[in-house]
């Protein structure tokens, strides 16, 4: 037997098992690649949070799809989002008469999902849905259809699996809560 034992990383309150999260992303897999079978879409993770959903999401996906990244920072360090969006890196591929299917991990006003909308329709594809992991509608300013939803999530902050808190713990295997009081 081996005596490799996984060094632990624990903070906040487990919202989400791993177990919970693979699940899921098995059903939205086998829901996007039925309809999608005759289009596969371009993928478009929305770095940073999104890149383990998106990792974890096109391998429950037996279509082939391409993927492709955009960087945007919305809230810098904070913790509340600042409504101004930035783009830091662009796509690299080009998306016209193309389905795209943007992959982020939690959308909470929808400001910086209205914001990559807005910019890649300019780009003339043939079509933009939106699969998001995470659903904080609490927090929601502005409305933005959400084609496919992992989890509906309260208004509390979280952590872990792609999400950060001022860039640490983007690395837990979990998506955990964390009380403003427990911000180190
Ligand atoms: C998060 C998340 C979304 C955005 C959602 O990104 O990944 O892109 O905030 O917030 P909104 O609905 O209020 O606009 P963040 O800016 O924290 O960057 P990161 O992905 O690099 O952590």
Do not use: W
């Given at each position: 037997?081996s005596?490799l034992?996984?060094?632990?990383?624990k903070?906040?309150?487990v919202?989400l098992?791993k177990?919970?999260?693979?699940?899921?992303i098995?059903?939205?897999g086998?829901?996007?690649s039925?309809d999608?079978a005759?289009?596969?879409?371009i993928?478009v993770?929305?770095l940073k949070g999104g890149f383990i959903?998106?990792a974890?999401?096109?391998?429950?996906i037996?279509?082939?799809?391409?993927?492709?990244?955009?960087e945007?920072?919305?809230?810098?360090?904070?913790?509340v989002?600042?409504?101004?969006?930035r783009?830091?890196?662009?796509?690299?591929l080009?998306i016209?008469?193309?389905?795209?299917?943007?992959?982020?991990?939690i959308i909470?006003?929808?400001?910086?999902?209205r914001?990559?909308i807005?910019?890649?329709?300019?780009?003339?594809?043939?079509s933009v849905?939106i699969?998001?992991?995470?659903?904080r509608?609490?927090?929601?300013?502005?409305?933005?259809?959400?084609?496919?939803?992992?989890?509906?999530?309260?208004?509390k902050?979280v952590?872990?699996?792609?999400?950060?808190?001022a860039?640490?713990y983007?690395n837990l295997?979990?998506?955990?809560i964390i009380e403003?009081?427990?911000i180190?």
């Amino acid at each position: 037997m081996s005596t490799l034992r996984r060094p632990k990383l624990k903070i906040g309150k487990v919202l989400l098992t791993k177990e919970q999260i693979a699940e899921r992303i098995e059903e939205l897999g086998i829901r996007i690649s039925k309809d999608y079978a005759d289009n596969p879409p371009i993928m478009v993770s929305v770095l940073k949070g999104g890149f383990i959903f998106l990792a974890d999401l096109v391998r429950a996906i037996d279509i082939p799809i391409e993927i492709d990244f955009m960087e945007v920072s919305s809230y810098g360090n904070g913790t509340v989002s600042s409504g101004v969006v930035r783009i830091l890196e662009d796509l690299s591929l080009n998306i016209e008469e193309r389905h795209i299917l943007i992959v982020e991990d939690i959308i909470d006003t929808g400001h910086t999902l209205r914001y990559i909308i807005d910019n890649l329709e300019t780009r003339h594809p043939k079509s933009v849905k939106i699969c998001t992991l995470l659903d904080r509608r609490g927090r929601r300013e502005v409305e933005i259809p959400l084609d496919y939803v992992g989890f509906v999530v309260p208004d509390k902050f979280v952590i872990g699996y792609g999400l950060d808190l001022a860039q640490k713990y983007r690395n837990l295997p979990y998506i955990g809560i964390i009380e403003e009081e427990e911000i180190p």
